[in-house]
């Protein structure tokens, strides 16, 4: 009880802050802007229920790059921790090439995406994969490196063959590990989706707010932000119900 | 998965689940060591181990903390190869072929958090290739039968820490290996636990007799399991005693221990493990 209500208590506070401070107009002498350069929570609401078509329309196309970043960064990133984990000398030899591909500013690659290959959702779904392989990827070796070399010695005296103690053994005993790269992946792709289509992108919501911001469309603008942040907070709270349906010995 | 250790009814696993009765003691069961050494790099830690262990005897190893006795157990059971000399499990001398003769059971229990208690326990005849429900099956007259009824399906972390152990015990015992080797099993326990699991593991080898090598540093414990003791000097290790144990799996404990001959044994065994200590 208490842990749901103390944060919707601020958030109402917060909420009414702002209304008071935006229908006065408060805000907006003190920036000396236009009125409706600083919407209202109640305004933003109206834009978000008369926009609902539009907002729903780029909210699909901006989910639909963010799950296939994923699963593209899920497939490659469990893929390599376990060929990683497996072969030592491919761990020794990638490890400081997947460290290294990390400081590469993805500001600086999406635009040469962009220009390689169009402004497709392939670029997209390549940003949001690059942003979220890192974190998957890291987890997912430590997870599997975290095994007891005391059960493996269990499991091999028990008649286990290498894939039978990678199934029994080392891959549930990395799960929590890649659930936290799992996690830390799906907070930091929908950044990685809006910026992908501030490069060049003809629909989605990062394309809206760019383009609302372009047009003084602000209280759209809001709305669409509100969309976004909906979302990520979805798929934040479907992984941890994902992970307390799969980890369930934590 | 490998298809060629299916089980078939000749196959190791399923005589140790249908069996009931003890088997027909083996000759080819027995546990020999020969001129055995080990060192990791520059340490040596195991130097000229003899050491027999005729089938069905419980033989065990006593020494001091960093002895190598837990490298010894893992050399007999196949998980590493020593450096010198030879070791021979039911007529096995490789690495590989004693891994499918002897069964190791690590120190810690080590049962799986995601699998119950059942599922730890089955875990050997999963992987020999039965199914999950005939390997529960399989497993499920063994809890019965060493008081375990009733915790198939318990979590690992809802069982106390004496029962874990018998979990752990019971899933080293279903891989139907003919020798055992035990890295002080009971060592986590507290001292009245320790003395139940003592006499629950004589019933259990009494009723289901392998080749077992028990590595413990409980005197007390290793003289009342074992048939005989070896006792182990500081490193390198070498055997420097070795005693005949006067009640092995006494059905009442108790009553062993503080028999005169037993505390003989014992102070024996005491200062042989004090004068290998220099």
């Known amino acids: ?250 | 998965m490998r298809q060629d250790t299916r089980m078939k009814p000749e196959s190791p696993g399923s005589q140790t689940v249908a069996a009931a009765a003890p088997a027909p003691v083996a000759a080819a069961d027995a546990i020999s060591l020969r001129g055995v050494g080990h060192s990791y790099g520059e340490l040596q830690t195991l130097a000229g181990i003899e050491l027999e262990a005729p089938a069905h005897e419980v033989l065990g190893l006593v020494g001091p903390s960093g002895c190598g006795k837990s490298t010894l157990l893992e050399l007999i059971c196949g998980l590493q190869d020593p450096g010198a000399g030879t070791i021979s499990v039911g007529g096995a001398t490789s690495a590989e072929a004693r891994l499918a003769r002897c069964a190791f059971m690590p120190q810690r229990d080590l049962l799986l958090p995601w699998y119950s208690a059942i599922d730890n326990a089955a875990l050997a005849l999963r992987n020999q290739g039965l199914g999950r429900r005939e390997a529960r099956g399989a497993a499920a007259g063994l809890f019965e039968r060493f008081g375990l009824a009733g915790f198939e399906a318990a979590r690992p972390d809802e069982l106390s820490g004496g029962m874990r152990q018998r979990v752990a015990f019971l899933r080293t015992l279903i891989a139907g290996k003919p020798a055992l080797a035990l890295d002080e099993p009971f060592a986590a326990l507290d001292a009245i636990t320790r003395a139940e699991m003592q006499e629950w593991l004589a019933a259990a080898l009494r009723t289901d007799p392998r080749t077992v090598v028990l590595v413990t540093h409980d005197v007390e414990e290793a003289l009342y399991l074992c048939d005989r003791v070896a006792v182990l000097s500081a490193r390198p290790g070498r055997i420097v005693a070795e005693l005949t144990a006067p009640h092995p799996r006494a059905a009442d404990r108790d009553a062993a221990v503080t028999e005169a001959d037993f505390v003989s044994a014992r102070e024996g065994a005491m200062r042989a493990l004090r004068e290998g200590s220099r």
């Open chain 1, 1 to 250: 009880m208490r842990r749901w209500l103390l944060p919707l208590g601020l958030i109402a506070l917060l909420l009414g802050a702002w209304q008071l401070a935006a229908s006065t107009g408060a805000i907006a002498n003190a920036l000396s802007l236009e009125d409706f350069l600083v919407p209202s929570p109640a305004e933003i609401a109206s834009s978000l229920w008369e926009n609902r078509g539009l907002l729903a329309e780029n909210a699909w196309v901006t989910l639909k790059e963010i799950l296939l970043g994923i699963l593209c960064a899920l497939a490659v990133g469990v893929g390599m921790a376990v060929l990683m984990h497996r072969w030592r000398l491919l761990r020794d030899a990638a490890y400081p090439l997947i460290v290294a591909s990390q400081t590469i500013p993805v500001v600086v690659i999406a635009p040469i995406l962009v220009v390689w290959f169009g402004y497709g959702i392939g670029p997209k779904i390549f940003v949001v994969a690059l942003f979220c392989f890192f974190p998957i990827t890291v987890n997912a070796l430590d997870g599997l490196r975290s095994v007891d070399p005391e059960a493996v010695k269990m499991m091999r005296s028990l008649d286990a063959s290498r894939w039978q103690r990678f199934r029994r053994v080392e891959a549930p005993a990395a799960l929590p590990s890649l659930f936290t790269g799992v996690k830390i992946a799906v907070v930091f792709s929908p950044i990685a989706a809006v910026f992908a289509e501030w490069v060049g992108a003809d629909s989605g919501l990062g394309r809206l707010i760019q383009s609302d911001l372009a047009n003084y469309q602000v209280a759209r603008q809001f709305a669409a932000v509100v969309v976004l942040s909906g979302m990520a907070l979805v798929l934040i709270g479907l992984t941890a119900l994902a992970e307390r349906r799969v980890v369930t010995w934590r």
